[in-house]
Each structure stands twice: as structure tokens, then as C-alpha cells.
């Protein structure tokens, strides 16, 4: 918690691309607010009130996308079944008693590799593989498939198959600071970073965007007896409030955008994929959208 607190100025700009220049506008905003009309240190005056309604503003649209996508038309549904699982059964051939997949879901293609999180056979391009620094870097690293686990525990005859399957659910692993996985298929790459992830990395800024926006409130006569410092740090929580409440924005935009933008281009291979709303074809909507499906840095 305390690394994704310090780290996620640094990393969400990283996970965003373009859109993260949005946090510099309301940091402006911001700005202009508390040192043009002048913050005073002790108690809240306009400029603080401006600012905090900045930042609820912000909050609040977050708040209201996350809860759209959970219980208005949720999002997740089309992804935590792992409907592609699903549709491969009406692929499989019997030969010999045994049932082979005989397609890759996602590509119609052979299948050459198996998603080490739902075991579905895919074909190479299908397969996505680990992201940048994902299988590197130390902080915020967590094992995705718990649920495996415990079944992998669950099921133990063989103690040596039992230890496999543990490692296998175990070593499939994402990284909350960078949005990325480490090797899966193209549906559990969409899952696991637009559903729990990026989601988990807004709701951790938005955290911390709601403590400091209440720290000048909180502590108003403390800022109060300290003077200029004071006002210097009622000046610097509030425009963290705002930035940290910003880039939590638009990491929710960018997971919806992109699980929606999955279920637009696989919902031809998977019926059951259901796309949220059609993609923004024409127009600034639909420029701004493409910029949140692309970072510069993403191969
Ligand atoms: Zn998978
Ligand atoms: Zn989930
Ligand atoms: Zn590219």
C-alpha cells in the first residue's frame, strides 16, 4: 500500500500514455485556484472549498463509472465465466476416446500453447507475453488465480501433481502498479488487467486522493499555528488531492475502454463476449478513445 501510494504518480502516467497530460490541466486548475484567489492557513476559506469540489468532482466520477460497470451493465460478467473456455468445446474432435481442442477460440487457428490461467489451448498470437518489467520489479506483485490455488490444494491424490498445478496458479502474476501480467491468453490479459488490476490501482489513488483533500480540514488549526508552512502545505494536499483523484479517472476510463474495446474485436470468434458499447468511429471522441488504447511505449 505505502509503495503504490508514493509510486503511482510515477507508474500511472506509464500505464496511461497521452491521457495522463489530462492531470496537468486539473492540476492547473487547481493551482489557479489556491494561489490565484490566495489559500490562507487555519481555517477553510472559497479557495479550499473550490478545490475540494474539485476533487469530490473527480472522485465522483470514478465512483459513478466504477459503479456502472459493476452493477448497471457489468462488465466483468463477460470475462469471469471465460466464455472462450466455453466456446472451444463445440472445437473439440474426439480421437481414440480422448477429446482434443482442435482450434484456438480467439484465432480459429491450431492451438500451439496453453493460457497457464484458464488452461485454454491457444494458438501464438493469441498468447500474449509477459508485459515490461512485470517479472522484474519487486513491489505490488500479486498472484491473480488464488481460486486455482486453493483448488489445485483442494483436489490433492498426487502430491506431485497437487505441487504443479499450486506452482502453475502461482506463478501466473500480475503487477497492480504496471497493469500488466505475466504470459496468458489474450482473454485472460484483457480480464485480469481491465477488471482487477487497473480497478485496484484507481480505488488505491482515489485513497489517497480522499486523505489529503481531508488533511487541511483535519488539521486547520494545526496549519494555522505553523503559518506560511501552513499555507504551503494546505496549497500542496490540496493540488495532490486533485492529481492523485485525476489519474484515478482515467485509469477506470482506460480499463473500460479497453475490456470494451476486447469485447468489440473478439465478439466475432466468441458470441458470448458482450461488448459494453460500440467504439466512437469518427470525430474527437473517437481520437481520444484510440489514445487510450495505445501508450507510445506498448509494442
Ligand atoms: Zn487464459
Ligand atoms: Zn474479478
Ligand atoms: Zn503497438
Request: proline share 7%; aromatic share 8%.
Amino acid at each position: 500500500m505505502i509503495f503504490l501510494t508514493l509510486l503511482a504518480p510515477i507508474f500511472a502516467p506509464y500505464i496511461l500514455g497521452w491521457p495522463a497530460l489530462a492531470t496537468l490541466v486539473t492540476l492547473a486548475a487547481d493551482l489557479g485556484i489556491t494561489l490565484g484567489l490566495g489559500v490562507a492557513a487555519g481555517n477553510p476559506g472559497l479557495p479550499d472549498y473550490l478545490s475540494l469540489s474539485l476533487t469530490i468532482t473527480l472522485v465522483g466520477a470514478w465512483l459513478g463509472l466504477t459503479l456502472a460497470t459493476a452493477l448497471w451493465r457489468n462488465l466483468e460478467s463477460s470475462f469471469d465465466r471465460m466464455p472462450w473456455l466455453r466456446h472451444t468445446q463445440e472445437l473439440q474432435s474426439r480421437k481414440g476416446g480422448r477429446t482434443y481442442q482442435t482450434k484456438c477460440p480467439f484465432t480459429g487457428l491450431r492451438p500451439t500453447a496453453r493460457c497457464p490461467s484458464c488452461s485454454c489451448r491457444v494458438h501464438d498470437i493469441a498468447l500474449q507475453p509477459p508485459d515490461r518489467w512485470v517479472e522484474s520489479l519487486p513491489v505490488c506483485d500479486v498472484p491473480l488465480r488464488w481460486d486455482l490455488a486453493k483448488e489445485a490444494m483442494a483436489g490433492a491424490e498426487n502430491p506431485i501433481q497437487a505441487r504443479e498445478s499450486l506452482d502453475r496458479a502461482l506463478d501466473f502474476r500480475g503487477n497492480v502498479l504496471l497493469a500488466g501480467v505475466t504470459t496468458c491468453c489474450v482473454g485472460c490479459a484483457a480480464w485480469q488487467k481491465n477488471c482487477h488490476l487497473r480497478p485496484r490501482l484507481a480505488l488505491g489513488m482515489t485513497s489517497v486522493s480522499v486523505t489529503f483533500v481531508i488533511l487541511p480540514w483535519a488539521f486547520s488549526g494545526f496549519s494555522d499555528t505553523i503559518g506560511v508552512a501552513g499555507t504551503a502545505l494546505q496549497v500542496a494536499t490540496e493540488a495532490l488531492a486533485v492529481s492523485y483523484s485525476t489519474l484515478a479517472l482515467l485509469v477506470q476510463i482506460q480499463a473500460v475502454l479497453r475490456a470494451n474495446a476486447f469485447l468489440v474485436e473478439y465478439a466475432a470468434a466468441v458470441p458470448e463476449l458482450l461488448p459494453l458499447f460500440r467504439p466512437p468511429t469518427a470525430g474527437l471522441l473517437a481520437h481520444l478513445h484510440a489514445l487510450f488504447l495505445h501508450t507510445p511505449w506498448e509494442g
